[in-house]
């Protein structure tokens, strides 16, 4: 399947799940309010920041590896179920051993039990990471898009039973979240053993890890994935404060459907084609990308207040103000992303990509502590955005460097790039609609 069918069928299952659920979670929000809603948003986040903390980058050599043809899936998918058992199983130990520090100081306000469930869950959610990277590697994006809106179909039709129409509140949402990620696991499994028969290779982990750790620390900072600014505003400020910025984390993060097509259906090309192809195929995406990221920032500014209002109700309108610094902040982000795909795949420099995120992320911790107290909710959206378009900028000048393009032709839209990511049988019916329309009005005779 080309890259245009690719990103077509990644949009409209994304957005299809989006769309599904928006209506539901929408109403759960309201029917949990600030609190439950913090308390939901943290469990996520410790979750997902310790999913990607202990992916170790294996998921990003399942992506190169297959992505190559280096490695059999079978022996993939053996060290993604030994690593996610024996990764997953650890943060579940340290969990317990350092339940104390979690409980009172990590985060306060969360109960031991709703601490337990998202520890316990940190097997599943990193194996289901690790199944993703190997669809991808194998190009099986449709297959990865249903099992998508198949764990967000479970989660709406719980969450609408259990929390909208039971009452069931905050726990009865995070076993709904904790069921549909288990399944989806399942699923995952299921179908890659269908494929090819798992085996464990010590030489092939071995690899894995010395080729991930260099880049773990990018994936780990992937769209949502690391949380820091939930938990210190946690420990600070108070978790209704988590509450009202997990609905502006949570509207920005509207555009994860977009990036994940985008960069599902650019990993192989940008991977598998030879040097000064693959700068250019990046530099396209690139371009029109930022154009639509343009259009989302400048919406999100405007409509901020009246979308928290009418969606959620004046309760949630301290949302508003980071939602249009976060907006800003995931534009940066979603092309950073692009630029260390390259490289990571193209260029196999991992570590660079790492190296400068890890920078960003610890130059914004003392930030957090700095202006949390001080600006609260609205501080710490800054302190994200700054960190995200440093990050930006370091990887755009690196990627300049490397290829020898000017800004201009990386990041100026040209004639053409929007409609190169755009499948043609869109753009045969858009070309339909464009005749018509020339039709309808070359008819009509211009009043003098």
């Given at each position: 399947m080309?890259f245009?069918?690719h990103?077509?069928?990644?949009?409209v299952?994304g957005?299809?799940?989006?769309?599904?659920?928006a209506?539901v979670?929408?109403?759960?929000?309201?029917?949990?309010?600030?609190?439950?809603?913090?308390?939901?948003?943290?469990?996520?986040?410790?979750?997902?920041?310790?999913?990607?903390?202990?992916d170790?980058g294996i998921?990003?050599?399942?992506?190169?590896?297959?992505?190559?043809?280096e490695?059999s899936?079978?022996?993939?998918?053996g060290?993604?179920?030994?690593?996610?058992?024996?990764?997953g199983?650890?943060?579940?130990?340290?969990?317990?051993?350092?339940?104390?520090?979690?409980?009172?100081?990590?985060?306060p306000?969360?109960?031991?039990a709703?601490?337990?469930?998202?520890?316990?869950?940190v097997?599943?959610?990193?194996?289901?990471?690790y199944?993703?990277?190997?669809?991808?590697?194998?190009?099986?994006?449709?297959?990865?898009?249903?099992i998508?809106?198949l764990?967000?179909?479970?989660?709406m039709?719980?969450?609408?039973?259990?929390?909208?129409?039971?009452n069931?509140?905050?726990?009865a949402?995070?076993?709904?979240?904790?069921?549909?990620?288990?399944?989806s696991?399942?699923?995952?499994?299921?179908?890659?053993?269908?494929?090819?028969?798992?085996?464990f290779h010590?030489?092939?982990?071995?690899?894995?890890?010395?080729?991930g750790?260099?880049?773990?620390?990018?994936?780990?900072f992937?769209?949502?994935?690391?949380?820091?600014?939930?938990?210190?505003?946690?420990?600070?400020?108070?978790?209704?404060?988590?509450?009202?910025?997990?609905?502006?984390?949570?509207?920005?993060?509207?555009?994860a459907?977009?990036?994940?097509?985008?960069?599902?259906?650019?990993?192989?090309?940008?991977?598998?084609?030879?040097?000064?192809?693959?700068v250019?195929?990046?530099?396209?995406?690139?371009?029109?990308?930022?154009?639509?990221?343009?259009?989302?920032?400048?919406?999100?500014?405007?409509?901020?207040?009246f979308?928290?209002?009418?969606?959620?109700?004046?309760?949630?309108?301290p949302?508003?103000?980071?939602?249009?610094?976060?907006?800003?902040?995931?534009?940066?982000?979603?092309l950073?992303?692009?630029?260390?795909?390259?490289?990571t795949?193209?260029?196999a420099r991992p570590?660079?990509?790492?190296?400068?995120?890890?920078?960003?992320?610890?130059?914004?911790?003392?930030?957090?502590?700095?202006?949390?107290?001080?600006?609260?909710?609205?501080?710490?959206?800054?302190?994200?955005?700054?960190?995200?378009?440093?990050?930006?900028?370091?990887?755009?000048?690196?990627?300049?460097?490397?290829?020898?393009?000017?800004?201009?032709?990386i990041?100026?839209?040209?004639r053409?790039?929007?409609?190169?990511?755009?499948?043609?049988?869109?753009?045969?019916?858009l070309?339909?609609?464009?005749?018509?329309?020339?039709?309808?009005?070359?008819?009509?005779?211009?009043?003098e």
């Amino acid at each position: 399947m080309s890259f245009r069918k690719h990103l077509t069928v990644g949009l409209v299952a994304g957005f299809a799940s989006q769309g599904l659920g928006a209506l539901v979670s929408i109403l759960v929000i309201r029917k949990l309010g600030p609190l439950e809603r913090g308390i939901y948003a943290m469990v996520l986040a410790l979750n997902t920041t310790l999913t990607y903390c202990l992916d170790l980058g294996i998921s990003a050599a399942n992506e190169t590896f297959l992505g190559k043809a280096e490695w059999s899936l079978g022996a993939v998918n053996g060290i993604s179920l030994a690593s996610s058992g024996l990764f997953g199983g650890s943060a579940i130990v340290a969990g317990w051993i350092f339940r104390g520090e979690l409980v009172n100081r990590i985060m306060p306000g969360v109960s031991p039990a709703e601490i337990s469930l998202g520890l316990a869950l940190v097997p599943f959610t990193l194996y289901s990471l690790y199944g993703e990277s190997m669809l991808v590697g194998i190009e099986a994006i449709v297959l990865l898009n249903k099992i998508s809106f198949l764990q967000s179909l479970l989660l709406m039709i719980g969450s609408a039973i259990f929390v909208i129409l039971l009452n069931g509140g905050v726990k009865a949402l995070l076993i709904v979240w904790a069921g549909a990620y288990v399944i989806s696991a399942l699923l995952i499994f299921l179908v890659l053993v269908r494929h090819d028969r798992p085996a464990f290779h010590l030489a092939l982990w071995r690899k894995a890890l010395s080729f991930g750790v260099r880049s773990f620390v990018t994936r780990a900072f992937r769209l949502g994935a690391f949380r820091l600014d939930s938990f210190f505003l946690n420990s600070m400020s108070g978790t209704i404060a988590v509450g009202y910025y997990s609905i502006a984390t949570g509207l920005t993060e509207k555009l994860a459907p977009v990036l994940r097509a985008v960069y599902n259906a650019a990993n192989r090309r940008v991977t598998g084609l030879d040097r000064c192809s693959s700068v250019a195929f990046t530099a396209r995406i690139i371009r029109g990308f930022a154009l639509v990221l343009a259009v989302w920032v400048l919406a999100i500014g405007v409509a901020a207040s009246f979308a928290v209002r009418l969606l959620f109700g004046g309760a949630f309108l301290p949302a508003a103000s980071p939602l249009r610094i976060l907006a800003l902040g995931i534009g940066f982000y979603s092309l950073a992303q692009i630029f260390g795909l390259f490289f990571t795949n193209q260029m196999a420099r991992p570590g660079f990509v790492s190296l400068v995120i890890g920078l960003c992320v610890a130059a914004s911790i003392p930030a957090y502590v700095l202006v949390i107290p001080r600006w609260g909710i609205a501080g710490a959206a800054w302190v994200t955005c700054g960190s995200t378009a440093a990050l930006f900028a370091i990887l755009v000048a690196a990627f300049s460097r490397e290829s020898g393009l000017a800004l201009r032709e990386i990041l100026v839209i040209r004639r053409g790039d929007i409609t190169s990511l755009i499948s043609p049988g869109l753009q045969r019916i858009l070309g339909r609609l464009r005749s018509r329309v020339t039709e309808l009005f070359a008819g009509q005779k211009v009043p003098e």
